[in-house]
């Protein structure tokens, strides 16, 4: 019974272990080519959108039936950018990161 019991110990070990060794590895290579990218934040107060973290990246307002309202390049780590847009439902897109908001 001891034996079974240290067999499956070491079995599960054993695999849970591995995995977590090649993804080590497979992080320490690639480690040097890849580049920290800052976490991009879109919040919205009023008719005012603060961006972060989204340097050289461009600002993209399309309004609900896919119409592109304006685009904006972001030139700071922190920006304001006041949306002179009339009342609806827009989407703010920067790269991959897509906010939907409301004008009022």
Known sequence: MIKRLLIIT?????????????LAADASAVGMEQIEEQEVSITVEQSTAYITGATGKTLEVVS????????????????RVE???????????????VRKVSIR
Do not use: D
């Open 83 to 97: 949306l002179n847009l009339p009342k609806g439902c827009y989407i703010l897109k920067i790269g991959k990161i």
């Open 10 to 22: 070491i079995i599960s070990v054993i695999t849970l272990a591995v995995p977590s060794f090649t």
């Open 64 to 79: 609900l039936t896919g119409k592109p309202v304006m685009k904006i390049k972001i030139e700071s780590p922190a920006q």
